[in-house]
């Protein structure tokens, strides 16, 4: 039986942990993780490094949450992760995620978005399709979940193609 290939190219999409719900006057922006979400982070950070989930770039939302989420990614897999902070992710649609994953470096293998629903999910079922989306998040993409998604074409142009569902962690312990 052959070997399977190598993907072309690698999506993670992770969307930030479980946070508090904003202080009177706080804004959206501003809300941190609880505690429920400091754990999950650490918990599903640790997962992708043990299973060698990791991408040569992350580009994160510039919520405190995201980039709070983002920061156990740099504890887990290393220092030097590459984090780069896109206002755009914080409010961005289906179409602008799309376009920023689109125009990275097609030298990149492999990139993460840190970002929040519902447009982290639109992307997933987009990408693998209902009926795949449904098995890992039929109740809807928790927060603090990663998936890892494999194309054999790079995305381009605003367009992703059609991918597969590589890996899928998420902070109960579930994967796949």
């Known amino acids: 039986m052959p070997a399977a290939s190598a993907p072309v190219f690698r999506l993670y999409l992770l969307r930030h942990a479980k946070a508090a719900w904003a202080l009177p006057g706080q804004k959206d922006f501003d809300r941190t993780l609880d505690d429920t979400g400091y754990a999950d982070a650490e918990i599903v950070a640790d997962m992708a490094a043990d299973k060698g989930l990791r991408p040569d770039l992350v580009l994160c939302s510039t919520a405190v949450r995201c980039r709070q989420t983002a920061d156990a990614l740099r504890r887990s897999m290393t220092e030097e992760l590459d984090i780069r902070y896109v206002d755009e992710l914080y409010s961005g649609s289906a179409n602008v995620y799309r376009d920023i994953?689109?125009?990275?470096?097609?030298?990149?293998?492999?990139?993460?978005?840190?970002?929040?629903?519902?447009?982290?999910?639109?992307?997933?079922?987009?990408?693998?399709?209902?009926?795949?989306?449904n098995k890992v998040a039929a109740a809807g993409y928790p927060p603090g979940a990663l998936a890892a998604i494999d194309f054999k074409t790079r995305p381009g142009d605003g367009i992703l193609p059609l991918g597969i569902l590589a890996a899928w962690l998420d902070p109960d312990g579930r994967s796949r």
């Open 101 to 133: 994953i689109g125009s990275q470096d097609p030298a990149l293998s492999a990139i993460m978005l840190v970002g929040h629903n519902p447009v982290i999910e639109d992307i997933l079922r987009d990408v693998i399709g209902e009926d795949a989306a």
